[in-house]
């Protein structure tokens, strides 16, 4: 049985993953963060003091990257090798050299391969994927494709609401430059065609949730 996928997609401070996570709490299926796995090899290449900078350096540590997920939403734990790296890969220092890595074409194949089989392989009858490209290029033939977006003042304020002073506004510009980084390898600031968007600029955690839940019922 091929699982139910949702594809969502959107920019940095969305909260994309949020979101999806407590959709696929609540409707019982499995959860994916592939922002996550571009972390875990931005965290796995500074590791092993790999230069960032060199597409084919990075290319490199790509053999010896073991990349261990469930999709548990309850429990999501994200492992390389056998260290839990849940933590580690949310530091300013990765997010800062996320982009560079993500760009490599190399890098891009692998994981767009490793997450088709782990969407494949859901046990559960759905699974909520999240990230950059998967409306257009891991899943475009998803029964749900959804595009989460909010102001870029908004969307700076919620991801910099624990910070203060010099870091929250450090937070935010490296928001802003990520985002014109990533944009540059794939387009998630416009939706696709046939792609729905969900803008939260005005709702609150609970009601982007529903607004997402409705998309997903209306095809279901
Ligand atoms: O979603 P998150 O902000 O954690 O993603 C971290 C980084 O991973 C992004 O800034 C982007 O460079 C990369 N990414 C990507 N394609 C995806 C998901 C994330 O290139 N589908």
Not at 60 to 78: K, N
Not at 156 to 167: K, T, W
Not at 184 to 190: G, I, S, T, Y
Not at 205 to 213: G, K, L, S, Y
Request: aromatic letters at 4%; one cysteine or more; charged letters at 25%.
């Amino acid at each position: 049985v091929i699982p139910f996928v949702v594809a969502v997609d959107g920019p940095a401070g969305s909260g994309k993953s949020s979101v999806s996570k407590e959709v696929a709490r609540r409707l019982g299926f499995g959860f994916l963060d592939t922002g996550a796995a571009y972390r875990a090899l931005a965290w796995h290449a500074e590791a092993s003091g790999i230069d960032t900078d060199d597409g084919a350096s990075v290319a490199s540590c790509l053999a010896s990257f073991e990349y261990r997920i469930g999709t548990d939403p309850s429990g999501y734990a994200v492992h390389v090798g056998d260290t839990d790296v849940t933590d580690a890969i949310r530091d300013p220092l990765v997010s800062a050299v996320v982009s560079r890595v993500a760009r490599v074409p190399e890098v891009r194949t692998h994981l767009i391969e490793l997450f088709r089989s782990i969407m494949a392989n859901e046990a559960k009858p759905g699974i909520v994927v999240e990230g950059r490209d998967i409306t257009t290029v891991v899943a475009p033939d998803a029964p749900v494709r959804i595009l989460l977006t909010a102001a870029e003042d908004v969307r700076i304020a919620r991801r910099s609401a624990e910070l203060v002073g010099d870091s929250a506004q450090a937070a935010g510009e490296q928001l802003h430059r990520r985002d014109q980084a990533d944009s540059k390898v794939v387009d998630f600031m416009n939706a696709a065609e046939g792609v729905t968007t969900v803008d939260s600029t005005e709702l609150d955690f609970d009601q982007t949730v529903d607004a997402v839940i409705d998309v997903i019922r209306a095809v279901q």
